[in-house]
C-alpha cells in the first residue's frame, strides 16, 4: 500500500518490540466477538491509475461550467480565478499544516488570516472580521445566535429576500435553540415592509444585499429603526464581487455583516467547500463566533500574530461557549485573500463593472424576448425573469440544449406562487456569444 | 603559469556571525511585511479589459467611497505567500504528533480528483440531470460510510466535524420530539474527558449538560452512566476511542443503560481512524457518529478548514436525517432538497454539504480498499503503542503501561521538580523539528501530552522522534532547564505575548498615522 | 471593623459594615494566570448567593464570579476593566471587583474566614 510506509518486517519486529504477539493483542480492549477478523466485503485497493478511471467517469457525467453557456447564481457564481492562486493554495506548508495553536511555527497561516480579517473589514465597511466561518448559511445564522446574545432578545425577523437555504437554516437553527423566527413572504421586487416587523421585542433583523431575486437594498432606513428598538441589522450577501461596485453594507449602518466569499478565488465545488465572511463592530467583538487571529509581539519584540480570544470557544467555555464551531474555512480563506490581493482595489471595482456591464448587456436583450419580462429595475450582476411557462421545465429544455439558464425559483421555493420565475447570473466569464446563445434558445422553448 | 583565480573550495574555519542582518532576514528565512505595506492602491495582478461604456443599473446604491484594498502584481504576490508559507510547519515537511487531530499524509492524487472539471466547476444548483455522476459519487461515498460502520444512513451535508455533531444530536432532539418527550427529555451526559465541541453542540441545541465523571483507569463507566440515567436524559455524547486514546471497553453495556432508559447513543467520531475495518460502531449500539473526512479519510486540514462531517445514523434516527439527500429512482438519482413531506429535521447548509471533500474522501477510500483501510487503523495504532512501549521508562502513563488506541496519552508526573513543564517540554520539540504533540488536553489529565504519531510515519521516522523525545526527556529529569526555558530559540518567531495580544486586541492593519515633525509643525 | 471570608471558588468578601467588596484572592489570579478581560454586572442589580455576578478571563480560561452572598450591586471596579492586569497584580487591593450591599449578614457565618481559606488552599494545591 502506496501511502504506509512499515512493512511487515518492521511490523513484526515492533510487535515483538512492544512485547505482544500479534496486533490485535492491541485492540484487546473491543469486545472480542465485534473485532473483525477479515477485511470487510468491500473492493480492494487500487493503484492511481484505477482510481482515476472509477473517478474520471463520475466526472465526465457532469457537466462542467466551464463547458456552457453558462447563467447559474443564485447564492454561487462562476468566476475566473487567475492561475497563481490555486498554485499558492496547494503549497504544502498551507495545505497540510493544522489550526495555528503553536504560533512559533505558523506565522505563515496567521499573517494571511489577519491580512484576511482586514480585507474583510476594509470591503464591507465594518472594524473587525473574523477568520471565516464555514459558509454564507452557517454564518447567517451564527449572526442570529450573536445578536440574540447582543440583544438579550431571541426574535429575528428574515427579509423576504433572503437567499431561501440561508433562511431555512436559520429557521433549523432557531427550532432547535427554542428562538422565534419571522420569516417575510418572498419579495421579488424588494417591496416588503420590513419596518413594521421591529419593535422592541426584535433581536436582529437579517436582510440581504443584493437580495435572492437581485435587487441591491437600501439599509439605511431598516438600520435606523433596528437602533431605535435595540436591535440588530445583519446584512447578508451571497455575492461578494458586488462590494466592489455597491455601497458597503457598513456605510448604510448594518451591525453584523455576514455573507459568501466563494466568488473570489473559490471553486463551485457543487456548493461546497466555500468560505464565510463575517464582520461586525468593535463593541461586539467579544460576541462573535468564530476563530481570531490578533497582532503581537514575540520576546525579542518582533511583530508576530497569534490565534486570541479564545475564551470565547467552545474549547474553553465548553457549554457556555459562544458557538459551537471549532473549525473555520482556512484554505478557502486563503484562495479568497490571494485573489484579493492581486485584484486590489483597482482590479475589484473593475471586475465588478465588467459583471454589471455583463448583466446589464444580458437584460437588455432578454426584454425584447417575446414572453420574457426582466423584473429588477436595478440589480449587480443577477437578476429574475418572469417566462411564459414552467421555469424549471424550461431551464431543463434549455439544458438539452447545453446551456445551463439559470435557477427556476420553485427549485428553493416549491409552492410559494413562484413558479414561473428564472435567477439568472451573469458574470464576466459570460461571452457575447454565450448571450446570444441563451436569447436564441429560449426563443426556441418558449 | 599557474591560475590561482578564484574562489576557495573547502571552508578554511568556522565564523561567528551573531544573528542579526540589515534587512531581517535570517538566510533563507524571510521576514514578510503585511500586503497593506506592499501593496498598493492602484495595483492589480489581474489583467481586465474595462468594459465599453453602458448606463449602470445600480439604482441609488453604487459605491463612491473607497475600499482601502492593496494590490499586487503577479511576482510580488508569488513571493508574499511562498514567504509565508515557509514559516509553517507542516505535515509534509516533519512528523505532526498532534494529538486527536490525526495529521497523516495527504495524498496528491485526491487534490487532482477534486479538480476535475466534472466536479469543481459545477454549480449545486444547475439541472440535476447535468450532474448525475456527482450524485452518484456522494451515494458511492455514502455507501462506503454505512458500510463501515454498519449503520442505517448517513447525512452527508454537515460542513466540519462540530457541524456533524451538531446534526446527529439535533437528530435526536427531532427523535424525542416525535415521541412527544420534547419536553422531559432535556439533559445530555458528557463525560469529563470530551473534546469542549460536545458540550457545546448540546447546549447550543437547547440541552442541559451533564457531566460523567471518569474512571481511574481512563474509561467511562457503566455504574456512572447509571446512576445519571433517568427519564429526563435525552442521551449520552461519547468519544470512541476516548480523548485518552482508549478504547472504551464497556461501550455495549452503556450504550444498553442508555437504551433501556429511552435515551439515544451519540458517538463523537473523531477517533474512528484508530478502528476503522476493525470494529463497526453500529455494531456497538451507536445512534449516531460524525466522521471527520479532514483526519480519518486524510482530506487536508488545510490550516484549519474546511472540514467535512458526515454523520452515519442508525434506523432510530435516519428519517430525521437533514435535507438535502440523495434517493435512487431506478438509473436516475435526484436531490431531496425540501423537508415538506418528510420527518426531516430542517437544513444545515445551503446546498448540499463539502462535495470538494467528497471527492478527496472517495478517492482515499478507494486507494485503500477495504484492505488497506484495515491495515492503515492497525499501522496507526501500531505506532503509537510503539512511542508508548519505548518512552514508558522515562514518561510518566496516567493509566498504567497498558495498550493504547491511534494515540498515547503521557500527564507531568515524571516533569515534578524538574523545573520543567509540559508546555515547556513541548516548545523545546520545535527546537528538534517537530511540532509539539497536543498539550493540556485531555483535561481530566494532569499537564496531559497526548501524541499521535499516525500510519504515515516510516520506522526510522519513528525512532528518530523516539529517541528526540528520550534525549529531551533526560535532559529535563538532569534539570537542564536552560534548554526549555524560553523554547524555541530556533523558530521563525520566539515565544509570542499573548496576554499582550488579548488584553487589548489588534485584529486588523490600520493605517498608521502620519508622523508629524513637532519642531516643523512649531 | 471589617473582616474578610472566602468561599470555595475562592472569591474573598470584605465586610464593612452592610457592605462587602467582592474580589478573587491571590491563589485564584495565580491559578487564571495574566487576566485580560472583566465583565462586571450593572450596579443597582440584586444578585443571589452563589450567583453569577462576573466574568473574568486570561488567555487560556475564563471563570464566573460567583457573589459570595446575597445582595444588590452598590459600585463595580471599573479601573479593571480598562486594566485587567490589576487583577494580578493587587487581587485584594486595586483589582476588587465589586461593593455589595449585603441583604443577609447571617450568610457570611457560611463562608470561610482566613485561617480556613488557607487550610483550604494548600489541600487545593
Known amino acids: 500500500m502506496r501511502y504506509l510506509p512499515l512493512t511487515d518486517l518492521d511490523r513484526s519486529d515492533m510487535l515483538a518490540r512492544i512485547g505482544v504477539g500479534h496486533i490485535d493483542d492491541l485492540f484487546a480492549d473491543v469486545p472480542s466477538p465485534l473485532l473483525l477478523k477479515q477485511p470487510l466485503d468491500l473492493p480492494r485497493r487500487k493503484g492511481e491509475i484505477d482510481v482515476a478511471r472509477a473517478l ?79 459558509d454564507g448559511s452557517t454564518g447567517t445564522a451564527e449572526a442570529v445566535l450573536m445578536a440574540h446574545r447582543v440583544t438579550r432578545r431571541n426574535k429575528a425577523v428574515l427579509s423576504g429576500g433572503l437567499h431561501p437555504h440561508y433562511a431555512e437554516v436559520v429557521r433549523t437553527q432557531s427550532h432547535l435553540a427554542g428562538d422565534d423566527v419571522v420569516t417575510l413572504d418572498a419579495d421579488v421586487s424588494a417591496s416588503e415592509d420590513i419596518l413594521s416587523q421591529i419593535d422592541a421585542t426584535t433581536s436582529c433583523v437579517v436582510v440581504q444585499t443584493p437580495d435572492f431575486f437581485g435587487n441591491p437594498r437600501d439599509l439605511c432606513a431598516i438600520a435606523e429603526k433596528c437602533h431605535a428598538n435595540g436591535a440588530l441589522l445583519i446584512a447578508v450577501f451571497t455575492e461578494v464581487v458586488s462590494l466592489g461596485a455597491l455601497k458597503s453594507p457598513g456605510a448604510m449602518g448594518a451591525d453584523i455583516v455576514v455573507g459568501e466569499g466563494q466568488s473570489i478565488g473559490n471553486a463551485l465545488n457543487f456548493g461546497g467547500p466555500y468560505v464565510g465572511l463575517f464582520a461586525t463592530r468593535t463593541k461586539y467583538v467579544r460576541q462573535m463566533p468564530g476563530r481570531l487571529c490578533g497582532e503581537t509581539l514575540d520576546a525579542e519584540g518582533r511583530r508576530g500574530f497569534v490565534l486570541t480570544l479564545s475564551t470565547r470557544e467552545q474549547h474553553i467555555r465548553r457549554d457556555k461557549a459562544t458557538s459551537n464551531i471549532c473549525t473555520n474555512s482556512g484554505l478557502c480563506a486563503l484562495a479568497f485573500t490571494i485573489h484579493l490581493s492581486l485584484l486590489g482595489e483597482a482590479g475589484l471595482k473593475r471586475l465588478a463593472r465588467i459583471n454589471h456591464a455583463n448583466a446589464v448587456k444580458l437584460a437588455d436583450m432578454l426584454a425584447g424576448v417575446k414572453g420574457v419580462e426582466v423584473l429588477n429595475t436595478s440589480f449587480f450582476n443577477e437578476f429574475t425573469i418572469r417566462v411564459a411557462g414552467q421555469a424549471a421545465q424550461i431551464v431543463e429544455k434549455l439544458a438539452t440544449k447545453n446551456i445551463l439558464g439559470g435557477v427556476p425559483v420553485s427549485r428553493l421555493l416549491p409552492g410559494k406562487g413562484c413558479d414561473d420565475l428564472i435567477v439568472l447570473a451573469n458574470t464576466e466569464v459570460n461571452t457575447d456569444e454565450d448571450r446570444a446563445a441563451l436569447v436564441a434558445a429560449l426563443k426556441e422553448v418558449l | 603559469m599557474l591560475n590561482n583565480q578564484g574562489r576557495p573550495t573547502a571552508p578554511k574555519k568556522l565564523g561567528a556571525h551573531e544573528g542579526k542582518t540589515f534587512s531581517g532576514h535570517r538566510g533563507l528565512l524571510m521576514e514578510e511585511a503585511l500586503i497593506f505595506e506592499t501593496g498598493r492602491i492602484d495595483a492589480t495582478g489581474v489583467d481586465l479589459d474595462e468594459p465599453a461604456a453602458f448606463t449602470p443599473r445600480l439604482g441609488t446604491l453604487a459605491r463612491e467611497e473607497e475600499i482601502g484594498l492593496p494590490g499586487l502584481s503577479e511576482p510580488e504576490t508569488m513571493r ?112 469529563e474527558s470530551a473534546h469542549g465541541t460536545n458540550p457545546a453542540t448540546a447546549a447550543a441545541i437547547g440541552f442541559e449538560v451533564r457531566s460523567v465523571p471518569a474512571g481511574e483507569d481512563g474509561n467511562v ?127 444545515l447548509t445551503a446546498f448540499h454539504g463539502q462535495m470538494g471533500m467528497f471527492v478527496r474522501a472517495l478517492s482515499y477510500i478507494l486507494s485503500h480498499g477495504a484492505d488497506g483501510l484495515k491495515q492503515a487503523s492497525e499501522d496507526a495504532v501500531l505506532n503509537a503503542n510503539y512511542v508508548r512501549a519505548r518512552l514508558a521508562d522515562l514518561m510518566s502513563l496516567p493509566f498504567g503501561n497498558r495498550p493504547c488506541m491511534h494515540e498515547v496519552l503521557f500527564d507531568d508526573t515524571w516533569l515534578k521538580d524538574t523545573g520543567v513543564t509540559t508546555l515547556d517540554f513541548a516548545k523545546a520539540m520545535i527546537d528538534e523539528g517537530y511540532h509539539p504533540m497536543t498539550m493540556y488536553f485531555p483535561l481530566v489529565v494532569h499537564g496531559a501530552m497526548l501524541i499521535e504519531p499516525t500510519e504515515s510515519e516510516s520506522l526510522a521516522s519513528l525512532e528518530l522522534f523516539i529517541m528526540t523525545l528520550r534525549d529531551l526527556a533526560m535532559s529535563a529529569l538532569r534539570g537542564e532547564t536552560a534548554r526549555f526555558e524560553g523554547a524555541p530559540f530556533l523558530a521563525p518567531r520566539k515565544r509570542l505575548d499573548e496576554t499582550r495580544a488579548a488584553r487589548a486586541p489588534v485584529l486588523r492593519w490600520t493605517k498608521p498615522e502620519p508622523i508629524v515633525d513637532a519642531q516643523a509643525a512649531e | 471593623m471589617s473582616q474578610t471570608r472566602y468561599t470555595k471558588d475562592h472569591e474573598y468578601i470584605r465586610v464593612d459594615g452592610d457592605v462587602g467588596i467582592v474580589g478573587i484572592t491571590d491563589f485564584a489570579q495565580k491559578q487564571l494566570g495574566d487576566v ?29 464570579v460567583y457573589a459570595p452572598v446575597a445582595g444588590e450591586i452598590i459600585a463595580v471596579n471599573g479601573d479593571i476593566e480598562g486594566h485587567p492586569g490589576l487583577v494580578n497584580e493587587d487581587p485584594s487591593g486595586k483589582g476588587w471587583f465589586l461593593k455589595l450591599r449585603i441583604a443577609d449578614a447571617s450568610e457570611l457565618s457560611d463562608l470561610m474566614d482566613e485561617a480556613a481559606y488557607t487550610a483550604f488552599v494548600s489541600a487545593c494545591s
Request: proline share 6%; aromatic share 8%.
Open chain 3, 36 to 64: 485580560v478581560f472583566v465583565e462586571l454586572p450593572q450596579v443597582g442589580k440584586s444578585v443571589a448567593k452563589g450567583a453569577e455576578a462576573a466574568v473574568v478571563e486570561s488567555v487560556k480560561a475564563a471563570s464566573e
Open chain 1, 56 to 134: 474520471g467517469r463520475l466526472a465526465s457525467r457532469n457537466v462542467a461550467a466551464s463547458s456552457a453557456p453558462f447563467f447559474v447564481g443564485a447564492g454561487a457564481y462562476k468566476h475566473h480565478v487567475p492561475a497563481t492562486v490555486d498554485h499558492l493554495v496547494q503549497r504544502s506548508e498551507f495545505l497540510t499544516s493544522y489550526t495555528p495553536y503553536q504560533p512559533e511555527i505558523s506565522q505563515g497561516t496567521l499573517q494571511y488570516l489577519f491580512e484576511f480579517q482586514t480585507q474583510v473589514a476594509l470591503l464591507t465597511g465594518m472594524d473587525v472580521a473574523n477568520a471565516s466561518m464555514y
Open chain 2, 80 to 191: 508574499h505567500y511562498v514567504r509565508l508559507s515557509q514559516k509553517n510547519y507542516a505535515i509534509d515537511s516533519g512528523l505532526y504528533p498532534l494529538g486527536s487531530c490525526t495529521m497523516k499524509h495527504n495524498p496528491r492524487l485526491n487534490e487532482s480528483m477534486a479538480r476535475l472539471p466534472g466536479f469543481a466547476d459545477i454549480h449545486p444548483l444547475q439541472p440535476q440531470s447535468t450532474v448525475q455522476g456527482a450524485l452518484a459519487l456522494i451515494e458511492e461515498l455514502a455507501g462506503w460510510l454505512m458500510a463501515l460502520t454498519n449503520m442505517e444512513a448517513v447525512a452527508m451535508s454537515p460542513k466540519a466535524g462540530a457541524h456533524g455533531e451538531y446534526c446527529g444530536m439535533a437528530a435526536i432532539k427531532a427523535a424525542i420530539e416525535a415521541k412527544g418527550e420534547g419536553a422531559t427529555r432535556r439533559v445530555v451526559l458528557v463525560p
Open chain 2, 221 to 347: 463507566h457503566p455504574q456512572a452512566v447509571r446512576a445519571l440515567m433517568g427519564p429526563d436524559v435525552a442521551g449520552i455524547m461519547l468519544t470512541n476511542p476516548n480523548t485518552c486514546g482508549l478504547f472504551e471497553r464497556q461501550i455495549v453495556e452503556i450504550a444498553q443503560i442508555i437504551h433501556e432508559g429511552g435515551g439515544y447513543f451519540y458517538c463523537d467520531g473523531a477517533n474512528f481512524n484508530a478502528i476503522v475495518g476493525k470494529v463497526r460502531p453500529g455494531d456497538l449500539g451507536i445512534d449516531a457518529m460524525h466522521i471527520n473526512l479532514h483526519k480519518t479519510f486524510s482530506t487536508p486540514h488545510g490550516g484549519g478548514g474546511p472540514g467535512s462531517g458526515p454523520v452515519v445514523l442508525s434506523s432510530r434516527l435516519a428519517p430525521f436525517a437533514p435535507v438535502p439527500f440523495v434517493r435512487r429512482n431506478g438509473d436516475h438519482l435526484a436531490l431531496v432538497e425540501d423537508k415538506v413531506g418528510t420527518q426531516a429535521l430542517g437544513r
